[in-house]
C-alpha cells in the first residue's frame, strides 16, 4: 500500500526583547544563577497584574509581515488552563481565536535544488505566548527543582499547515525560518540552547482515501537533524505497523538523538480541554487602525523599514555575482562569510572578476570554510584577509597559477598573512611556460613507468591522467595539466 505522509509543524521561539512579556524582568536565555530574573507577576502571586511588552507584539507582527500573513486590526490574549509545576500560575497567557498573524508562507529557499527552493509552506497562524520555568532533575533522582528564570520570556509560536511531505522539507523549513528570525532581530533561534524548538505533527494518509491517518506528535526535537531524522524514522515505522495490519496509536513521541529512534510518552486519546477563555487582566489589543495616528503600530512603515530578507539574499548574490545555488546558500547562511566575499570580489582585479567571482565563492565556501571548520578554527583566527585573497583569485583566474599551487598558497595564507604575490616568487609557483623544463620533465616520467605506457598503448585512457599526475607532482604543481596532457600525448603516440 503506498501512503502520503502528511506533516505539520509547530515552531516555538523566544524573542529577544529586553524585558520578560509581561513585567520588567530581565530576559536573559544565558543567565546561569537559577531564580535570580523573577518578581510576583511572572511567578502568578495572587493580585499581582500583568502588563504587556510592547517590543513583543511588534516582532511577531514583523514575522508576519516578512511571512506576508495577514495582520489583524484587533488581537486578544487568552488564558490556557492547565497545571504543571513549571507554571506557577495554573494558566499559560497565550492567545486563541484572535492570533497576530493568520496564513502567511515560507518558501524552501535554503535547498540546492531549484523545484524545492520555489516549494511554498503554506503557515496557518503565528501567536504570541509566555514561555514556563524550567524543571531539573538533579542526578540523584530524589528531588526536582524548578527554574523560574525562563518562566514569562515572550514565546513566538508559528504553525504551519499540513503540507509538508519528507524529513527534508520540514529541515528546509525550519532552517529558513531560523534565518529569517535571525535577520529580522527577533530572536537568536539557537535550537540547542531552546531558543527554537520544533514539534511535528505526522499521519499517513493511504492513497485513494481522503481523510487523513490518525496523528502522531514528536517533541523535544533540539536541531534540524533530529527532525529531519525523527520524521523519516515516524515515517517508516507507521508505514511498518500500517502494513503489519496494526493500528497506529494517537500518542505523544519523544526523541532519542543517541539510538535515533522516537518513543511513546503518552497517548492523547482526548484532546486536552484547556478552557480557553479571555484574559480577563489584559486589554484587547488594537494592533493599526487606517486612520492615522489610531492603533499601536504603522504597519505600512514597519513594512518599509523590513531589512533584506534572506531569500531575498540569496537571489540577489545569485544575479549579481553569478555563483551557484550551493554557494549562495552557505553565503546567507553565513554573515561573515558573505561580507568577507563582497569585500574580496569589489578587490578582484576588473580583468578578471567574470572569472574570478565564482572562484572566489568556491574557494571561500567550500576550501576556506572546510579548513576552519576541520581546523576548529575561528575566524580571528583566520590571518587570511579580502586583499591577499583576491590577489589569489587574481593569480587563479589569469592562470598564472595552477589550482593545486592555488590551494598550497591558501593553506599558507590562511595561517599566515603574507603576500601571495611574493609567496609565488620566493617559492618559484608560478606556472612553468619553460617547454624544455616540461619536456625533460616528461621524459623522465615516461621512462620510470613503463607499465602505464603498455597500458596506454593497450587502450587505457586513464593511464595518461596518472602520467600527469606524475608530471605534476615533480613540478611541485607548476604546471598547467592541459599543457603536460597535450605534450605526454605527443611524447608517447609521436
Ligand atoms: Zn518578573
Given at each position: ?470 608530471a605534476m607532482a615533480k613540478l611541485k604543481g607548476a604546471a598547467d595539466p592541459k599543457e603536460l ?10
Amino acid at each position: 500500500m503506498y501512503y502520503e505522509p502528511i506533516i505539520g509543524l509547530e515552531i516555538h521561539a523566544e524573542l529577544k526583547t529586553k524585558t520578560k512579556m509581561f513585567c520588567d524582568c530581565l530576559n536573559d536565555s544565558n543567565e546561569k544563577q537559577p531564580n535570580k530574573n523573577i518578581c510576583p507577576i511572572c511567578l502568578g502571586h495572587p493580585g499581582t497584574l500583568p502588563v504587556i511588552n510592547k517590543k513583543a507584539v511588534e516582532f511577531v507582527i514583523k514575522v508576519g509581515l516578512a511571512l506576508e500573513s495577514e495582520i489583524p486590526e484587533f488581537s486578544k490574549f487568552d488564558r490556557k488552563n492547565y497545571f504543571y509545576p513549571d507554571l506557577p500560575k495554573g494558566y499559560q497567557i497565550s492567545q486563541y481565536d484572535e492570533p497576530l498573524c493568520r496564513g502567511g508562507k515560507l518558501k524552501l529557499f535554503l535547498s540546492d535544488d531549484p523545484q524545492e527552493s520555489s516549494k511554498e509552506i503554506k503557515i496557518t497562524r503565528v501567536h504570541l505566548e509566555e514561555d514556563a520555568g524550567k524543571l531539573i532533575h538533579p542526578e540523584d533522582k530524589k528531588s526536582t527543582l524548578i527554574d523560574f528564570n525562563r518562566a514569562g520570556i515572550p514565546l513566538m509560536e508559528l504553525v504551519t499547515e499540513p503540507v509538508i511531505h519528507t524529513g527534508k522539507e520540514a529541515r528546509l523549513f525550519s532552517q529558513g525560518l531560523q534565518l529569517l528570525l535571525k535577520t529580522l532581530g527577533v530572536s537568536e533561534a539557537d535550537m540547542e540552547k531552546g531558543q527554537m524548538r520544533c514539534e511535528v505533527n505526522i499521519s499517513l494518509k493511504p492513497k485513494n482515501q481522503k481523510e487523513l491517518g490518525i496523528k502522531v506528535e514528536v517533541k523535544n526535537l533540539n536541531s534540524f537533524r533530529a527532525v529531519e531524522r525523527a520524521i523519516d524514522y515516524e515515517i517508516k515505522r507507521q508505514i511498518g505497523l500500517l502494513d503489519a495490519g496494526e493500528k497506529i496509536i494517537q500518542e505523544t513521541r519523544g526523541w532519542d538523538q543517541v539510538k535515533e529512534i522516537t518513543y511513546s510518552q503518552r497517548s492523547k486519546e482526548e484532546a486536552q480541554d484547556y478552557r480557553y477563555f479571555p484574559e480577563p487582566d489584559l486589554p484587547p489589543l488594537h494592533l493599526y487602525s487606517k486612520i492615522k495616528g489610531e492603533g499601536l503600530f504603522d504597519l505600512e512603515q514597519m513594512k518599509s523599514q523590513l531589512p533584506e530578507l534572506p531569500w531575498q539574499t540569496k537571489q540577489n548574490l545569485i544575479q549579481t555575482y553569478n555563483i551557484p545555488s550551493q554557494g549562495a546558500n552557505i553565503l546567507v547562511q553565513n554573515n561573515k562569510a558573505l561580507l568577507f566575499f563582497k569585500d574580496t570580489v569589489s578587490k578582484l582585479d576588473p580583468e578578471y572578476k567574470k572569472i574570478g567571482t565564482p572562484l572566489a565563492d568556491n574557494y571561500l565556501t567550500t576550501d576556506i570554510l572546510g579548513i576552519k571548520e576541520k581546523e576548529g578554527l575561528d575566524w580571528k583566527d583566520i590571518k587570511l584577509n579580502p586583499d591577499n585573497f583576491a590577489q589569489l583569485i587574481n593569480n587563479l583566474a589569469s592562470g598564472k597559477i595552477s589550482s593545486r599551487v592555488g590551494k598550497d598558497i591558501l593553506l599558507d595564507i590562511i595561517h599566515s598573512n603574507q603576500d601571495v604575490e611574493e609567496i609565488i616568487q620566493t617559492k618559484g609557483l608560478g606556472k612553468i611556460k619553460d617547454s624544455n623544463i616540461l619536456i625533460s620533465t616528461i621524459e623522465e616520467v615516461i621512462k620510470n613507468n613503463s607499465k602505464a605506457i603498455e597500458d596506454y598503448k593497450k587502450g587505457k585512457e586513464n593511464a595518461v591522467q596518472f602520467l600527469v599526475g606524475q608530471a605534476m607532482a615533480k613540478l611541485k604543481g607548476a604546471a598547467d595539466p592541459k599543457e603536460l596532457e597535450k605534450l605526454i600525448r605527443e611524447k608517447i603516440t609521436g
